[in-house]
């Protein structure tokens, strides 16, 4: 079965922190992988995709790295502020399947001013 | 870009009427759209598949005669909850693949309360 992990469930750090997020999925045979951001009671944004063919990608202080071998990807958010507060997921497109993503729980990232 | 606009984005109704929800894409061309629901404290739930020009393709579980699917054109498909009920009540979001762009786009989504 194809799954999608994702640790810790919740996270608490004073601002400026650097953090890092994880995700591990069941199978290495992906399309992509997908980050997003959700907000309480909003919809997805898409904070970075990386395919199957990278090992990283970087925009601003967010930086997500995949390993396909090993069946995971971090998320690494460089000085954290309060405005990242809010639940990260990650989501795995599997090849072999039908044409879906398969998400994790996420991780709800506290911020402390 | 890329952007998929949806509507409403709450709506409250009383137990046994339908409810539609809207979901466009503003600038691109969606051939097959995906609805999520999503619970308190879960994480997304694929729904079904909806595929314009033909019949939508349900995740098991997921009754589809209470969760009515129509993609009648590249840029707009539509959710409807018929005869809602209380356990109906849930945050439902709606994602299109972008393809030659990468990845996937989400509407900003509709919280469903039924009374």
């Known amino acids: 079965k194809q799954e999608v992990t994702q640790i810790p469930a919740a996270l608490s750090v004073p601002e400026g922190e650097n953090l890092v997020l994880n995700c591990s999925f069941t199978?290495?045979?992906?399309?992509?992988l997908q980050w997003f951001r959700q907000d309480p009671g909003k919809g997805l944004t898409s904070l970075l995709l990386?395919?199957?063919?990278?090992r990283e990608q970087t925009s601003g202080r967010l930086n997500a790295s995949l390993d396909k071998s090993s069946g995971r990807s971090t998320l690494y958010i460089a000085a954290s502020q309060p405005g990242d507060s809010a639940t990260y997921l990650c989501?795995?497109?599997?090849?072999?399947?039908?044409?879906?993503?398969?998400f994790g729980k996420g991780t709800k990232l506290t911020v402390n001013p | 870009g890329a952007v998929v606009s949806q509507h409403p984005s709450w709506v409250i109704c009383k137990s046994g009427t339908s409810v539609k929800i809207e979901c466009r894409s503003l600038?691109?061309?969606?051939?097959?759209m995906f609805w999520y629901r999503q619970f308190p404290k879960q994480s997304l739930m694929l729904m079904a598949t909806?595929?314009?020009?033909?019949?939508?393709?349900?995740e098991q579980g997921v009754e589809k005669d209470k969760f009515l699917i129509n993609h009648a054109s590249l840029t707009l498909s539509t959710l409807t909850v018929t005869s809602a009920h209380p356990e109906d009540s849930s945050f439902y979001i709606c994602?299109?693949?972008?393809?030659?762009?990468?990845?996937?786009?989400f509407g900003s989504g509709t919280r469903l309360t039924i009374v």
């Open positions: 994602s299109a693949n972008l393809r030659d762009r990468g990845g996937y786009t």
């Open positions: 990386i395919q199957s063919s990278q």
């Open positions: 909806s595929n314009e020009g033909s019949k939508a393709t349900y």
């Open positions: 600038d691109f061309q969606a051939t097959t």
């Open positions: 989501a795995v497109y599997f090849q072999g399947g039908s044409e879906k993503l398969v």
């Open positions: 199978d290495s045979a992906i399309y992509n």
